[in-house]
């Protein structure tokens, strides 16, 4: 609450707030911010899932906080848990009761079916937006061809009640967000995906990636949507229905 008002009162972007956290936080902690703000937009993951990035340590030999090197060499040995009833909590908590809507966080073909579980029995409602997530380790692997699939598998699913996008961790990230945009799908980029902009050299914010997608976009042709334009394919509530 020190920040999203302040980002409100300088732009009129969705603010999209995370119910993933932290793989060591407890449910409860991780909806404590969500159900807080009630934003327009919250994540919500589709499934446990290993969550492992233990391997980046071996890569680093000072560390800037004490809790750091403990908490990436014991990702190995964590399970982040999204059970049913976590998902069916999250969806009626800030879907039913505050009308947030959510980005859909897949990981795995698997996760896609989840989703269309919790459809069918009208938990979740369209239109749907999901994102497909790849290059996790314990995820589905960064294969070009893993996307066509998972979006092969999302129009069977979900047919024209859905939006996707695409995010892939470190170096795939910008050609999977490409790849996205020419199926017709959605982009994401930021620093917590990746810290790189180009090879072996490090982005200096989220800007810079954000500027660079933006200028692949533009050369193969592709509108940028507005704020606006994602309150309406999403039939977001607006942003002056938050609590923040």
């Known amino acids: 609450m020190e920040f999203l008002p302040e980002i409100s009162a300088r732009t009129d972007a969705v603010l999209n707030i995370t119910t993933g956290g932290s793989t060591r936080m407890t449910l409860e902690e991780r909806l404590a911010a969500p159900l807080q703000a009630k934003p327009e937009l919250c994540s919500l993951n589709l499934g446990s899932m290993n969550f492992v990035f233990s391997q980046m340590a071996s890569k680093y030999d000072t560390w800037k906080h004490a809790w750091e090197k403990d908490y990436v060499e014991g990702s190995d040995n964590v399970i982040f848990r999204n059970t049913f009833r976590d998902i069916d909590g999250i969806l009626r908590q800030l879907g039913h009761q505050h009308g947030a809507r959510f980005e859909f966080e897949c990981y795995d073909l698997g996760h896609l079916y989840t989703l269309a579980d919790f459809a069918d029995r009208k938990i979740a409602q369209p239109p749907f937006f999901v994102q497909m997530i790849f290059g996790v380790r314990g995820g589905i692997g960064a294969d ?14 979900f047919g024209n009640d859905y939006v996707f996008s695409v995010m892939a961790a470190g170096r795939h990230q910008i050609p999977f967000a490409t790849q996205s945009a020419v199926m ?17 050299t490090l982005a200096e914010s989220n800007e810079q990636q954000v500027g660079k997608i933006k200028r692949l976009l533009d050369e193969l042709g592709i509108e940028v949507a507005t704020p606006d334009d994602v309150r309406s394919m999403l039939q977001l509530k607006g942003r002056s229905n938050v609590g923040f």
Request: hydrophobic letters at 40%.
């Open 144 to 157: 070009p061809a893993h996307l066509t699939h998972m979006k092969r598998t999302a129009d069977k699913l």
């Open 184 to 200: 017709g799908g959605s982009v994401r980029v930021g620093l917590e995906d990746s810290l790189f902009i180009a090879r072996r």
